[in-house]
């Protein structure tokens, strides 16, 4: 039998139309307490997406002081404060809470529920959101400044005063944000654990849901953590207790291990939502299923495990006996084994594939690829005498910038662009959607590839003066950071304008076949007429349909 591609044509426009018209869109709801998952991962991923904004704008403003020598752009207290907030910001009020916008839109929908295990606990953890974010921006305001320390706040340099004042208003900041992110994580595996449709077994799962579990799990073990570590630094600083000063019998050392005891699985509950993003964007556009499903399953979880015992790799340079080198030496080079088996997967899912490259599949495609070298890099600082080599330089910046920017932040607009048409109900424009790729791409490798030669030549980080020598790579680097900032403009401009007035997409456009793609664009109030039954494993692609609309697209 052969299908007429016109009769198609219209019969998914008609139905693009009627579900559509079926879902008007309210967007007082958005300003409002709604307990719906929908619209709360909206909340989230708008309200996320305006301090991305603000960060990337401090961000250039160092970039911008880092283009000479001299420190002639802004005051060393306020440069201080700028990349302490732009790296605060970016982690705690941008990839954490964006993601875990994107998966109270997703999760339920992935698993055939009608919502969240607890919506209204849902929606306290998005609306202390606003709060922690304007609260930390406000420590601008203050006398003395904005915290000083990095977002890291190590003592006894958060411990000096005047400057605490403002290391107070970013811990009660990180406290509100952290107490968000507990109850997101109970929320997320209560769902994921006991909501799932009747027969979708853990390992028919779609492998982002795999990744949504193994990094809420890690929030729920290791944040505590840090949390602890932020109350007893609190305590120092404004009742007078010696936990962390060393004039006073206090260990600093303890508050290393306990920040980094969360902050570095943080980077993987950063991470791992993005490598489920990939999982899905990738057998989608390449009609191939994705390969190894059960070992990238395993290998999910088996990342997060792995991550909780590598947190000393940060304290090499510290005062660490030998034999703790050692062994964290090791664990850190094995979480090379789960990620070299995702990264094997989605080669071998792209591979012989027919590929359709329109800007989901770019952005995947140019995340996955930079994950790689990040990757590489990472494994070279997991190696005592070269971490020792370029402990505190540039080298570190560089390879860390090429994991949360680009491989995390290009997973997130693979996201945005992948499940555009089934959040809103129409399509983007494909043509501004790869201007935005390819402007992002350049502006990335741009600025961050230089970091690693300065580093490799010794160049420290958090500086605002430097040796002449290193001004030629830092020039490149600025530019890329201003080419980088500029790509955000035709995105914006498509999301709005595609939101507004873009053609009415299907239910489906790009064929996929994950439970979401199955309801309606956008879907309804409880998401199903009726609970999905499973009887079948995700990402069986066995044909090269492509959907009418995604077809036009390219």
Not at 61 to 74: A, C, K, N, Q, Y
Not at 206 to 222: E, K, Y
Not at 293 to 305: E, F, H, K, P, W
């Amino acid at each position: 039998m052969v299908n007429n591609p016109r009769e198609d044509s219209v019969r998914a426009d008609e139905s693009a139309e009627n579900s559509h018209s079926a879902q008007q869109i309210n967007w007082r709801e958005y300003f409002s307490f709604s307990t719906d998952h929908k619209v709360i991962g909206i909340q989230y991923m708008v309200t996320t997406f305006i301090f991305f904004l603000i960060g990337g704008l401090l961000a250039m403003i160092i970039r911008g002081e880092l283009i000479t020598p001299e420190s002639d752009l802004v005051d060393r207290p306020i440069y201080n404060g700028l990349f302490t907030i732009h790296g605060t910001m970016m982690i705690f009020l941008w990839i954490i809470p964006f993601n875990a916008g994107l998966a109270n839109y997703l999760v339920p929908l992935m698993i055939g529920a009608r919502d969240m295990a607890f919506p209204t606990l849902n929606a306290i953890a998005f609306w202390l959101i606003p709060p922690g974010g304007l609260l930390l921006l406000s420590s601008f305001l203050l006398k003395t400044g904005a915290p000083q320390a990095g977002w890291w706040s190590y003592p006894p340099v958060s411990l000096q005063n005047p400057y605490s004042h403002g290391e107070v208003i970013w811990i009660l900041s990180l406290v509100i944000i952290g107490i968000s992110s507990i109850m997101g994580g109970v929320n997320f595996i209560t769902t994921i654990f006991w909501m799932r449709a009747p027969g979708m077994t853990f390992f028919r799962m779609p492998i982002f849901v795999w990744s949504m579990m193994s990094s809420q799990l890690l929030q729920l073990f290791c944040l505590p953590a840090l949390t602890g570590g932020l109350l007893l630094l609190f305590l120092d600083i404004v009742v007078g207790t010696n936990f962390f000063k060393p004039w006073e019998g206090g260990n600093p050392m303890l508050y290393q291990h306990l920040f980094w005891f969360y902050s570095h699985p943080a980077v993987y509950v950063m991470v791992l939502p993005i490598f489920g993003v990939f999982s899905e964007i990738l057998p989608a556009f390449s009609r191939n299923p994705l390969f190894g499903y059960r070992s990238v399953a395993i290998a999910t979880i088996g990342l997060a495990v792995i991550s909780s015992i590598v947190w000393v790799h940060h304290l090499f340079a510290a005062v660490t006996p030998s034999w703790m080198r050692v062994l964290f030496m090791f664990t850190s080079m094995l979480a090379a084994v789960p990620t070299g088996i995702k990264e094997f997967a989605w080669t071998a899912t792209v591979w012989r594939g027919r590929l359709h490259l329109l800007t989901p599949m770019l952005f995947a495609l140019g995340g996955v690829v930079m994950f790689l070298f990040a990757g590489i890099t990472g494994v070279m600082l997991a190696s005592t005498p070269f971490d020792l080599h370029v402990n505190n330089t540039y080298f570190v910046v560089g390879h860390f910038h090429y994991v949360v920017y680009n491989t995390i932040t290009m997973g997130i607009f693979a996201a945005i662009y992948f499940w555009f048409p089934k959040i809103t109900g129409r399509m983007y424009a494909e043509g501004w959607g790869k201007v935005h790729f390819w402007l992002t791409f350049i502006g990335a490798n741009l600025t961050f590839f230089p970091m690693h030669p300065l580093g490799l030549h010794g160049m420290l980080r958090r500086v605002s003066s430097y040796d002449p020598q290193y001004q030629s790579w830092n020039i490149i680097a600025s530019l890329g950071s201003f080419l980088l900032g500029m790509s955000t403009l035709p995105f914006i401009a498509n999301i709005i304008v595609s939101w507004l007035r873009g053609p009415r997409a299907d239910d489906n456009p790009w064929h996929a076949t994950g439970l979401e793609w199955k309801t309606t664009s956008p879907p309804p109030k409880e998401n199903f007429e009726e609970i999905p039954v499973v009887t079948e494993p995700p990402y069986h692609y066995n044909d090269d349909t492509f959907g009418t609309q995604a077809a036009t697209q390219e």
